[in-house]
């Protein structure tokens, strides 16, 4: 478990983003207003807003007085929630078949995420304003572990127990791309993952948009026994347990493709996110 926790810590997407055009200084050359870097898969691309900010500043119409506020995401003109781990608005919106990507790909092959970067007072539908920075990031992602510690053990005393220099090391574990101290401070949180009450897990199915799911096993359920493919069909019976469904759907984890066999808190234990979440994306191929 330890080598997969280890290569889930380090993987990472090839990001290139971008600028609206109704943004940007006119006769402004179109390779200025690309900036291309890699992203961890298990963080918030919002994290990395200063940095691309930073490259891009000389050629918006606009002095930069905000990084965060008004500032947000988009592919294929779908708006990006940067609530989500930036992985898993990757694997729930491309829509990709994993086998399809490795067969598609050669070693002289880089695959690259293309979006685009926006600003606007007026964010569109759904998208959470940030209003105080680095420290509503924080915040969010902090009030995302409380979920998840209430969720596996019936009380978020784990995580608001730990003392402020150990908070304060877990988030910056986070930023600094530190995964002993994470660990470490995750131990102190999941002191014993063998007897949880429940899983903190997050469906995503692909879609025109990304379609949130929150399928959190019920106490009364949960056995060791539990595999994703019981999940899968309780929360998506349109898919899973449909006789003569209209296409084949795939469950991806950290851009794997897992077997529905897999029991769930193995699969937990093995790809939670940094967020204390399981999230599995529906890659969806039609027939």
């Not at 506020?69 to 919106?93: A, C, E, N, R």
């Not at 509503?136 to 730990?162: P, R, T």
């Not at 084949?248 to 029991?263: M, T």
């Amino acid at each position: 478990m330890e080598s997969i926790r280890r290569y889930q810590w380090n993987g990472s997407l090839n990001i290139e983003v971008l600028t609206d055009s109704a943004i940007v200084l006119a006769g402004t050359q179109e390779e200025k207003c690309r900036v291309s870097f890699r992203i961890p898969r298990d963080t918030y691309l919002t994290i990395y807003l200063p940095y691309i900010l930073e490259r891009l500043e000389e050629i918006l119409k606009n002095n930069v007085t905000d990084r965060y506020k008004g500032w947000w995401f988009s592919f294929d003109q779908v708006p990006l929630d940067w609530t989500y781990p930036i992985g898993v608005l990757y694997d729930s919106l491309v829509q990709l078949d994993p086998s399809f990507r490795n067969s598609t790909m050669t070693s002289d092959t880089v695959n690259v995420w293309k979006l685009v970067i926006h600003h606007d007072e007026k964010l569109p539908p759904g998208i959470i304003p940030i209003i105080n920075g680095m420290k509503q990031i924080q915040e969010y992602w902090m009030h995302q572990w409380k979920q998840a510690c209430f969720v596996l053990n019936g009380s978020s005393k784990q995580i608001m127990s730990l003392a402020k220099a150990d908070s304060m090391s877990f988030w910056y574990s986070i930023l600094n791309r530190d995964q002993k101290t994470f660990d470490r401070i995750l131990e102190k949180i999941l002191q014993n993952r063998d007897t949880v009450k429940n899983i903190p897990l997050k469906i995503h199915v692909a879609s025109s948009e990304v379609k949130l799911i929150e399928s959190i096993t019920n106490a009364s359920t949960y056995d060791p026994k539990l595999t994703l493919n019981d999940i899968l069909r309780r929360a998506c019976p349109q898919i899973f347990s449909a006789e003569e469904p209209s296409c084949f759907a795939k469950p991806i984890v950290q851009g794997i493709e897992v077997p529905l066999d897999s029991l769930i808190l193995n699969l937990f234990n093995c790809f939670m996110s940094f967020d204390g979440f399981l999230h599995v994306s529906v890659s969806q191929v039609k027939k």
